[in-house]
């Protein structure tokens, strides 16, 4: 299983948070990561970007829109 190493910042209170993202998963991934500080959940959207060849994350804290 391939993974790659990434963070993300907390949407709640900014801090970073390290992330794995793994690669079988497929080119577009959605998770609930908890921020390991204060808690909040994070809704964490990954997709990759093959013109960029990286992945790009996008965060919102889970139940806002």
């Known amino acids: 299983m391939d993974r790659d190493e990434s963070s ?11 992330l794995f993202i793994d690669q079988s998963g497929g080119d577009r991934q959605t998770l609930i990561e908890d921020c390991a500080v204060c808690c909040r959940p994070n809704v964490v959207s990954i997709s990759f970007n093959p013109f960029a ?3 790009d994350i996008e965060v919102t804290l889970e139940g806002r829109d």
């Open 53 to 55: 060849d990286r992945y």
């Open 8 to 18: 993300f910042l907390c949407a709640c209170c900014g801090e970073a948070n390290d």
